[in-house]
């Protein structure tokens, strides 16, 4: 599937949460209707098992059957991506293989966490899971969490690989991503809510949501009024989105937060995640519930 302009994966797409049963066991026909919703609000794609999705504490076969049924649920209209992200390089083409596999339409492969490899090794790991499918893959550079970030001479090997298209840059750092967008040529998506249009000025294609989830046509608005020249309108989009989005992504906790919006709203059975994420629990639902309200949405 190919988009306006060329682009594989789309504008907006929305790291999707994982539901859980109240025991903790994966349920499907949420995730199946959630990922319905979804796509009928306006996103193009939808990534699965990445951060949003609790993928460090679902396992290989849940993974496999979560793409499978949303595959098959919404795969006619819009990209799935799969998260195969793992500090065990050998794990992260296994859950490429797996995802492939299932039907995933495209990969994410976040810079190894935790034991901080050189960057001849974070090269080496990307190229590894690029190298696994035929799948085109968006690498996903996010220092805060893994502890590595990715340099301009990384990203200009990496951009060399065929089946390396894309970027979910949630370093923050815009001026930064003007550069490698610049170089690379490489579809860049902004993946911080907050800094949606501040990205698209800078010559990025979409972004990466978790507050889509509850605003899919706000952001496409947003995205839209940009590149049809009419910058005002974008401002005033992205600004109206503000409360949400900090009320969602402020506290740095946007699985807790989306799943607690998502059940205010009745559009997941239960708000259960797996240890050690914890769901919001009264203050933070009264914080999630006041921005719904005020955005128009309760």
């Known amino acids: 599937m190919t988009f306006e302009n060329g682009r594989t994966f789309g504008t907006l797409l929305t790291a999707m949460v994982t539901p859980f049963h109240e025991d903790g066991s994966l349920d499907i026909d949420s995730a199946v209707s959630l990922a319905k919703r979804l796509i009928a609000a ?3 794609g939808l990534v699965l098992s990445g951060t949003t999705g609790e993928s460090p504490t679902t396992h290989a076969p849940e993974k496999a059957e ?41 990969l994410l492969a976040v810079t190894p966490y935790y034991s901080r490899p050189s960057q001849r090794g974070v090269i080496a790991h990307l190229r590894a899971i690029a190298d696994s499918t035929e799948l085109p893959v968006m690498l996903y550079d996010i220092p805060g969490r893994t502890g590595v970030r990715l340099t301009a001479q990384s990203y200009d090997e990496l951009a060399q690989h065929e ?65 049809h020249g009419d910058n005002s309108e974008a401002i005033s989009r992205a600004a109206k989105l503000i409360p949400l989005t900090e009320a969602i992504m402020g506290s740095g906790a946007g699985a807790v937060m989306i799943k607690a919006a998502l059940g205010e709203l009745g559009h997941i059975e239960s708000t259960a995640m797996r240890l050690p994420q914890m769901r919001a629990n009264e203050a933070e639902i009264a914080v999630v519930r006041s921005a719904l309200q005020a955005h128009g949405l309760l």
Not at 88 to 106: F, I, L, N, W, Y
Request: net charge negative; aromatic share 6%; glycine share 12%.
């Open 42 to 44: 306006g996103n193009d």
């Open 66 to 106: 979560l793409v499978a049924a949303v595959v098959e649920a919404v795969g006619d209209r819009a990209t799935i991506i799969a998260g195969a992200s793992s500090n065990d390089t050998e794990h992260a083409v296994r859950m490429a293989e797996q995802a492939a596999q299932a039907g995933a339409h495209g």
């Open 163 to 227: 089946r390396i298209v894309a970027v979910k840059d949630a370093t923050g750092d815009v001026g930064a991503a003007a550069a490698h967008i610049a170089r690379t040529g490489l579809d860049w998506y902004s993946g911080d809510d907050g800094l949606f249009l501040p990205f698209l000025a800078v010559g990025a294609v979409g972004l990466v949501s978790v507050t889509a989830h509850v605003a899919a046509d706000d952001f496409k608005q947003v995205a839209q009024s940009f590149f």
